[in-house]
């Protein structure tokens, strides 16, 4: 009996209270917060996410001791989804003029939810790059680089190609780059070399290549859609393949869309994935004025020298005999066609916008390559997709990233608008964690503000 007294005695005293679970120091906690599923379009409700030492360590329904937590951000109303993949883009090389331009580049992906990018110009300084931002020793996305081109004037012989691919190999290069202008038989040298090596390729489609052989080759990637439409010219209007112009804009005229499907199946069968990169095709190589795309907001981050280029040289490729508007709206509807057709029947599609190329600034030229792939008929979820889980599907990376799961990196976006309703929410950003790191909106906005000032005397 002086037992049972002794017992109650003390769960009085001590309300019986299950120990109070420990909270980690360096824990942050996204509360009440709807995750965005991105394989099945989903919306997961009011959900607790706990993050810590660069990972998502837990996703439930409730959790304890919340004011235990130093950090803790209030997702009420708002949704959380992974970072998104900027898959082909560019990262300057160091510069003794602006040396501010690295890290400034690095964080204007950052600043619009986007934590990896693929770089498609490969240097040296990358590779350091990739390393420092692998182990957060800056603030930068997840990097993936390619080797230094690989074109028609860097390897102009077989001998030239075994010798470059296994340098780029041995130098711990990602993959390799491919640009326009490689002959046939040095091309079938790089890939017989690159695939006894293990190093993917991808990029552009050399004219003497084609899009058919190079699919057969085994690209990684084709970007640009590059080669699809003059892969749809007829074989009986013997064109001179090099008089093909802008990404074939010269032999529109020309094309056969019932050949799409045989292009589309070929990606399939081969793995290709496709970066259609369709924001340079609405903005460079359109009927828009220089003048009205630099009003843009987001061109006060580019240095005024970078605009003066971009607006000389917009004019080289419009303002021409051979640029017609209506020839440029039916070029632009076959690459539409193609777009929508690579997604609901190719092997997959990337994101990437090609930036900074003209008047595709950082971070936000990927909205508008957003806005392109809607024109062509895309879902929010497969564009979605596209930036999230493919890239990770596509570098064999989905046991680290590209989805909001326990265990994965904490690459994060938190948005305060549904995504899937609407793509414009990806534009109104609460905040953006990378491998674990929180950047406020308000750390955001002062961040651009800094570099627009500075960019402002450039």
């Known amino acids: 009996m002086k037992r049972v007294i002794i017992i109650i005695i003390t769960c009085t005293t001590f309300s019986c209270a299950s120990p109070q679970e420990k909270v980690s120091e360096s824990a942050i906690l996204i509360s009440n917060v709807n995750i965005v599923d991105v394989r099945t379009g989903s919306i997961i409700e009011n959900r607790q996410v706990i993050i810590d030492s660069g990972e998502i360590s837990k996703i439930s329904e409730s959790v304890s001791n919340t004011e235990n937590y130093k950090t803790a951000i209030d997702g009420s109303g708002k949704f959380l989804m992974p970072g998104l993949a900027e898959m082909h883009a560019h990262i300057p090389q160091p510069s003794n003029s602006n040396p501010d331009i690295i890290d400034e580049t690095l964080f204007l992906y950052l600043s ?25 020793n800056i603030l930068s996305p997840r990097i993936y680089t390619s080797s230094p081109s690989l074109n028609g004037n860097s390897i102009k012989t077989t001998g030239e190609a075994v010798e470059k691919v296994t340098e780029y190999k041995n130098t711990g290069y990602d993959f390799l780059k491919i640009h326009p202008g490689i002959k046939l038989e040095v091309f079938d040298a790089a890939v017989k070399t690159a695939k006894e090596l293990d190093i993917p390729f991808a990029g552009h489609v050399p ?93 006060k981050y580019m240095a005024k020298t970078t605009l003066d280029n971009w ?72 564009i979605i997709k596209s930036g999230t889980i493919n890239p990770a599907i596509y570098f064999g990376e989905e046991h680290n990233y590209g989805e909001v799961k326990e265990g994965l990196s904490a690459d994060l976006i938190l948005l305060n608008d549904n995504p899937l309703s ?16 929180w950047l406020s909106k308000e750390t955001i906005d002062k961040k651009l503000e800094d570099i627009a000032a500075r960019n402002a005397n450039k």
């Open 112 to 136: 619009n939810g986007i934590t990896t990018i693929r770089g498609m110009l490969g240097h040296p300084s990358h590779l350091e790059l990739r390393e420092k931002a692998k182990g957060n």
């Open 207 to 299: 004219v003497d290549v084609g899009v058919r052989h190079a699919m057969e080759s085994g690209y990684a990637s084709i970007d640009h859609v590059d080669g699809f439409l003059e892969g749809l010219v007829p074989q009986w209007a013997n064109v001179n393949p090099n008089e093909n112009g802008f990404f074939g804009y010269g032999f529109t005229s020309l094309v056969n869309i019932e050949n799409i499907d045989e292009l589309v199946t070929m990606s399939k069968e081969n793995k290709v994935w496709i970066v259609s990169t369709q924001s340079l095709f609405e903005r460079w190589f359109a009927p828009i004025t220089a003048d009205e795309l630099l009003k843009e907001p987001e061109m």
């Open 311 to 382: 607006k000389n040289r917009k004019p080289q490729y419009t303002d021409t005999e051979d640029f017609s508007e209506s020839q440029w709206e039916q070029f632009n509807e076959i690459r539409r066609e193609l777009i929508y057709k690579l997604q609901k029947e190719g092997y997959g599609m990337l994101l990437g916008s090609d930036a900074p190329q003209l008047f595709n600034v950082p971070g936000f030229s990927i909205h508008h390559e957003i806005e392109g792939m809607e024109k062509a008929g895309l879902t929010p979820l497969e």
């Open 422 to 437: 609407d793509l414009k929410a990806l534009k109104n950003i609460s905040g953006v964690m990378v491998r674990g790191q």
